[in-house]
């Protein structure tokens, strides 16, 4: 049962383009999103959250989207640059509830060509 | 200097043997955590800790148990080791059981040969 899914497990993108990855969910209780970011032999590393009262967060070159009626959220990379290249993680959690726990989706292969 | 330090970084084994996984963080946080990422790349909790409590125990066969001595480390036991518990498991810790942001460590390749 997968309540975050990340339907492509890979996205090449040009250096200086806009980087745009995807992410889905069905558990309409999540109200707290975030993106990890990892590179390969490391541990993932926070990126970036939004909360559920807001459509849209932004930290330098990254922009996170939130569409609540389409259970749907994006994150924005722009510009894109080779040091991005990274599996990125989407992850929700329900705030307030007892035992606070993240559901991560199983992640997109970003490649940044130069 | 790291802050969330896990080690071994790689353990091969046979099945049936027992092994540890140990976990320590430096960053002053209340609240510890197990990650496993199987085959299908999917990072599931297993675990958590906060101050040396159990807060967390998803589905995990009790062949898994952790230990949490204080509060800046938890371990992990695995015994009878099963080709399935094959998968990367991630160590991490956040200030709080109510802060979302967790830091990672670089993770441990189980392999059960």
């Known amino acids: 049962d997968q309540q975050v899914k990340q339907n492509s497990p890979s996205l090449s993108v040009q250096e200086g383009r806009i980087s745009i990855l995807n992410c889905d969910y069905t558990?309409?209780?999540?109200?707290?999103f975030l993106w990890y970011k990892k590179y390969p032999a490391e541990g993932p590393t926070f990126l970036i959250s939004?909360?559920?009262?807001?459509d849209k967060n932004e930290d330098g070159r990254f922009t996170v989207f939130l569409n609540k009626s389409a259970k749907h959220l994006s994150l924005h990379i722009v510009p894109s640059q080779p040091g991005d290249s990274a599996v990125y993680f989407c992850a929700s959690y329900v705030s307030g509830a007892g035992s606070y726990q993240l559901t991560f989706g199983k992640g997109t292969k970003l490649s940044v060509i130069p | 200097d790291t802050a969330v330090s896990q080690t071994p970084k790689y353990l091969v084994t046979q099945m049936g043997n027992d092994k540890s996984i140990k976990c320590e963080q430096n960053l002053g946080h209340d609240t510890m955590y197990w990650y496993k990422q199987d085959s299908k790349k999917f990072l599931k909790i297993m675990f958590s800790y906060n101050n040396k409590e159990l807060i967390i125990n998803e589905t995990v066969p009790n062949r898994f148990s952790p230990k949490s001595p204080d509060k800046a480390h938890l371990n992990l036991h695995i015994n009878s080791l099963e080709l399935g518990d094959s998968a990367v498991y991630f160590c991490?810790?956040?200030?709080?059981?109510?802060?979302?942001?967790?830091?990672f460590g670089s993770g441990t390749q189980l392999s059960v040969l």
């Open positions: 991490a810790s956040s200030q709080t059981h109510t802060n979302e942001k967790l830091f």
């Open positions: 558990n309409s209780m999540f109200d707290y």
């Open positions: 939004i909360s559920s009262i807001k």
